[in-house]
């Protein structure tokens, strides 16, 4: 599957999703807040960690979420929900590691977080990869798109 994610300003990014199960999809325009796109961050840190079934593995499956949009007009808008039916609880339990190693990375408070959903080692494995990310993302010019594929 390849993931587009396009600058189309310095707090604006659109994502492009191809080659995935189900037809191609994007995500219209949306901020980027904290410097970078949130699907962007769920990408680095669910590969890094070998998370096959949490965000972008449920879109690699087929899955679509909320502003999911195809790119080709289609008269029968396939549904992702079957997917997020048999993977809701491991999409969520992805969804807490990201935003934990996330919030780490920016340096917020653990306070009210709870336990911590990763090791030490997946915390640093993360943490590395949010900043690869990063600095992808910061070298990708307005108008242009960094490319992801994945591998999962």
Known sequence: MRI??????VDLCEIVVT?????????PAAPVRGGLPHDLVHAAVEESLRITDGFWGAVAAGATFD???????????????KVLRRRGDRVMAGEL????AY??????????????P?????ILTASA????????????PTGSALE????L
């Open 129 to 140: 990869a949010i900043d690869a990310a990063e600095t992808r993302w910061r070298n990708t």
């Open 67 to 81: 502003g999911f949009e195809p790119l080709e007009p289609r008269r029968h808008r396939g549904s992702g929900a």
């Open 103 to 116: 919030r780490l990375w920016r340096g917020l408070p653990r306070t009210g977080t709870g336990p911590s």
């Open 97 to 100: 590691k990201v935003n934990y």
């Open 4 to 9: 587009r994610f396009v600058r189309l300003d």
């Open 118 to 122: 990763l090791s030490p080692e997946e």
């Open 19 to 27: 080659g995935r199960k189900g037809h191609d999809v994007r995500l």
């Open 148 to 151: 992801w594929t994945w591998h």
